[in-house]
């Protein structure tokens, strides 16, 4: 499939786990990507996998502190000079922290919200005006499972993704006589540096669970399908549907992917 041969893709998060596999995705399917991130050796290990697979010559990449309104504003700007415009966003950085809530500091709480919910806010922001010029346009955002259903320890996280869950949807009000497309993806059950704590991001440090927890609260967060957790590729493949004119006519929603774990 060459669904993305000659589209304009800036993909966030784009040095480990769904952002990484979403990276090669669009590329095997012809696209040119700017993958950016906060962890450069990260970025570097995503070329290394695009020169394996031989489709380097799209790629470029750019550090970037999602969080940080500096950042954000010359990562997009680069990225936009790169691809000579934008037509479509992913917004897959983000972390991932648990605590009991009740001790969790105000900085652990604004951390996480400044990465995930306000980090994706900035990204959009900054690109709309490239992207109501670009082809087709859309935006894809990561929400979660955690967004509509239970996750213990997790307060902070789930937080900050039904936040983006609900921006997705008044964003694809707003811009929908003009055009752009917003989708979000709720991924659960998946393995990737996130989850594991093994991304290359310096931000992702993984889930940290208390070491009380009662792990038998996560017993309806198992998958009915296979025999555990998914790989990032499962997500990748629907980020990459949605992006493409595939997704022309899914816009103010999000897609759960998570194997059944949650019916």
């Known amino acids: 499939m060459n669904r993305y041969e000659g589209r304009r893709v800036l993909i966030t998060g784009g040095g480990s786990g769904i952002g990484q596999a979403t990276v090669l995705r669009v590329l095997a399917e012809g696209g040119h990507v700017v993958a950016a991130d906060v962890n450069e050796a990260g ?24 969080a940080d309104e500096a950042s954000v504003r010359d990562a997009v700007a680069a990225a936009l000079a790169a691809l000579g415009g934008l037509d479509v966003l992913v917004n897959a950085a ?46 894809v955002n990561f929400s979660s499972t955690s967004a ?3 996750h213990p320890y997790m307060a902070a996280y789930a937080a900050s993704k039904g936040g983006i869950q609900s921006m997705t949807h008044a964003l694809a009000s707003e811009y929908s006589k003009q055009g752009v497309r ?24 993984g889930p940290g669970l208390p070491e009380d927890a009662d792990m038998s609260l ?5 998958p009915a399908l296979g025999s555990g957790f998914a790989g990032p590729e499962a997500v990748a493949g629907v980020v990459a549907m949605l992006g493409s004119v595939d997704g022309s006519f899914i816009t103010g929603t999000e897609i759960r992917i998570d194997g059944g774990t949650h019916f």
């Open 43 to 66: 970025l570097a290990a995503t070329r290394e996998q695009a020169v394996a697979a031989g489709t380097d010559a799209r790629l470029h990449t750019v550090t970037v502190n999602i």
């Open 94 to 139: 983000g972390i991932l922290r648990s605590s009991h809530t009740h001790e969790t500091s105000l900085d652990f709480f604004n951390k996480i919200i400044a990465v995930n919910l306000t980090g994706t806010f900035l990204m959009i922001r900054e690109a709309i005006p490239a992207l109501l010029q670009g082809h087709a346009p859309a935006v």
């Open 148 to 150: 509509s259903f239970a």
């Open 182 to 205: 917003f989708v979000a993806v709720a991924p659960g059950s998946i393995s990737s540096g996130m989850t594991d704590g093994t991304g290359s991001s310096k931000e992702n440090v």
């Open 218 to 222: 996560f017993m309806k967060l198992a």
